[in-house]
Each structure stands twice: as C-alpha cells, then as structure tokens.
C-alpha cells in the first residue's frame, strides 16, 4: 500500500551516526558504501540485539558444534547428540523441552532459576477460529484479554510491590506449586526454586519445563563452569560432562554495547552511550534525549510498559506521530526535547518505581538484565500500558523546542 520496500536498503551494515550542526542533518557511516544523510534519524535496533557469550577458558578451543539461540542454525539437528546448554533464562525455557525430545543427553548449566508460572497454550477451537475470522472484532477483545492479564501481573504484582504485596506472593506461590506438581525429586525442586522475588526476572510461562528435568536423558547442572576441553565442560568440583554441541541461551549484552547498538554522536559532540553511561540511562517519554535533535529511539530507557514490546513500540509511534504533526503544524525542520522535560520525566519515572519489587524487594541474586550497572532498573517504564498510551497521545508539545 505504501510502497515502503523501495526506500529500504537491505544487507546494510550501519556503523555510527553523526550531527551535522551546519547541514541541520544526521550523517550516516555505512560499511562498504557512501555516507546517507538524513533529515530524521529513528533507531529501532531495540536492546536484545547483540548476543552476550560467556568468557570461559578453553570455549575457543571447544572441537563441536556451538550456536547463540540469537543466531540459531536450522541446520543443526539436536538428534542423537549430547548437547549442553548454558542458561535458564526466558529463552531456554522454551528450548529446553524441545531439545531433550531430541537429544540423546542433554545437560542444562543453571546459574540462576528463574521463575515459571503456567502458560494458557490450548488449541483453539474451529467454531472460535471461525467468528475470528467473520468477526475481527471478537479477535480483538481476545487480545485485550490476555493483555490486561499480563497488565495485571505487571502493575500490581511488580510495579505496585509495596501495596500489593499478596499479588507477588501468589504468583511465587503459584509458581512453585506448578513446580511441586511437575517434579517430584525434592533435591531438584530446590535446585529448581528461585531465591528471589518473582518479578525481579522477566516471568515465564511453560508447562512442559519442569517436568522435562524428569526425563533420563536431562541433567540439571548448578556448579559453576570451570573450563571447557574439546569434547567436555568441566566444572568447578571436579565434574566431566562429555559433549559434542554446545547452545548458548546466555542473553543479550544490554548495558555495555547494546543502549545505543551503534555509536550515536548529537550536538557538541556527545556520544549518546557515553553519555548514558556516565548520567544514568534516561529518555523523555521513552524515546526522545536532550542534545540530540531529530532523533528518535525505539525500546530505550523507560520505555517498555506491560511486557509486551508489540505495545510499547505501539505506543512510541502514537508519540512520533503526535510529534511530527506538530513539527508539520509549524512549519519547522528540527525539533530537540527541552532537558527540563527530561529530567522532569526522569524524576516521575525513578519516583514510581520506588514502590517496585525491584527496589523493596529481594533482587539481590537475581542477576536480571532488567538492572543497569548504577542499580537501576531503568528499561521499564513503571506505568500502565493505558498510561503509556494515554500520555503518548496528550504530552505538552511544548516540551519540544522547533526551529
């Protein structure tokens, strides 16, 4: 309808972006080719987007095979094989009993358990998919169903700790008697049992990962990894687990490389990363910073609002379609957020997460990319998602300034 696929360049490795102050426009650096200059520059590159492997002596020198779940190789066929894999989190969740279904061993390498509460995952029936389909509107308030459950799990039993409490706890308590039924071996329920509040975590939701630790083949491993050789893992303790494929669901490195994924330098020569790093992670409304005019960011500080990124990127466009209309309104070329506006929204956003589970409850050995390396949680936006959307469509137009 719109055409869109002949203004995309794809195969396109951007390395960096500059302001030209002068030319009132962003500079692009792209490998192998010419500078792209542009009036706008909006990044969508997000904060899971450059894969973390862990540094452990010997990797290198491992003689298998050896996949990121970021960068899954379809060809790999687990059948047969004796697999490890390292990591517990949001991803392995789903990973773990697809593997062992095929593997001949598969050893999974925790460092920190995580909190599993049970998925509603049925078929859907023909007579539901069919008034889907000749009535999209039912398949819309299916949607706004299941968002307003997660909604609640988010705002009151994480956002709103300290007045809700009990929300926390029966989620906890749900999850662990979703464990208790699915495992019966006590020494591995505690294995299995986070130390930590639920929520401190992303949550996850599976049916079918706990009990795949019953399987013969499936081996929960907690010791700490002291060395690879070319066909084993060593640990700490001593042990040998004899493998020939290695899978790496060990994340994203968020705070280091990924806010921003590319070297970013506004006016005065700022370096958007640097910056950050150096005056705590902050963006007016999730998606606009101080000194950096024309720029927009997807899925950046204090963005993300009732775990799902379809509504949060949902409602950081309702915010730039509001902003350009403006900019369009008067006629101007540039706009720039007021650094008042900022750290007004900086300051609301750090008060209203004081009453989170993350800073009143026990977040200590979580080990959660929700936290940055100054303490703060600062991906989440501590807001609803009707909040979100709501200030997206009505936020002062004055805290821009347009030339």
Not at 254 to 266: K, M, Q, R, S
Not at 303 to 328: A, D, K, N, V
């Amino acid at each position: 309808t719109y055409d869109l696929r002949r203004h995309m360049r794809f195969r396109t490795n951007v390395q960096g972006a500059r302001w030209d102050e002068d030319a009132r426009l962003w500079v692009l650096s792209v490998a192998d080719g010419e500078p792209v200059t542009a009036r706008f520059l909006i990044t969508a590159t997000g904060f899971l987007s450059q894969p973390q492997t862990p540094d452990i002596p010997g990797i290198d020198e491992f003689a298998g095979t050896i996949m990121h779940t970021a960068a899954w190789d379809d060809t790999v066929d687990p059948t047969g094989r004796r697999v490890a894999l390292i990591g517990t989190g949001a991803t392995a969740v789903q990973l773990v009993p697809e593997v062992a279904r095929k593997a001949a061993e598969l050893t999974v390498f925790q460092r920190t358990p995580i909190w599993v509460v049970p998925k509603i995952d049925g078929p859907i029936p023909r007579v539901v998919q069919r008034l889907f389909a000749r009535v999209p509107l039912t398949q819309r308030a299916a949607r706004a169903v299941t968002t307003s459950v997660l909604e609640l799990l988010m705002v009151i039993g994480v956002l709103h700790f300290r007045q809700a409490k009990l929300g926390n706890k029966f989620a906890a308590l749900l999850g662990r008697a979703l464990l208790r039924a699915q495992v019966h071996d006590r020494e591995l329920r505690r294995k299995l049992t986070p130390d930590y509040d639920f929520g401190c975590k992303r949550p996850t939701f599976s049916n079918d990962y706990f009990r795949t630790f019953n399987r013969p083949n499936v081996h929960l491993e907690t010791a700490r990894i002291a060395r690879f050789e070319p066909e084993a893992i060593v640990t700490e303790d001593g042990r040998r687990a004899e493998i020939d494929t290695l899978i790496l669901a060990t994340g994203f490195n968020l705070w280091d490389i990924n806010f921003p994924a590319i070297e970013v330098i506004g006016r005065e020569g700022r370096n958007l990363g640097k910056w950050w790093r150096d005056n705590r992670f902050q963006a007016y409304e999730g998606v606009a910073v101080p000194c950096f005019p024309n720029f927009l960011t997807l899925a950046s500080p204090y963005s993300y609002s009732g775990l799902s990124y379809f509504t949060t990127i949902e409602s950081q466009m309702r915010h730039m379609h509001r902003l350009f209309g403006e900019l369009r309104r008067r006629n101007a070329t540039t706009f720039e957020v007021r650094e008042s506006a900022n750290a007004e929204f900086l300051d609301r956003m750090t008060d209203r997460l004081a009453d989170s589970v993350f800073y009143l409850g026990n977040c200590q050995t979580s080990r959660s990319y929700y936290f940055n390396q100054h303490g703060e949680a600062a991906i989440l936006r501590p807001t609803s998602t009707v909040n979100a959307f709501r200030e997206a469509g009505s936020f002062p137009l004055d805290d821009y300034q347009y030339e």
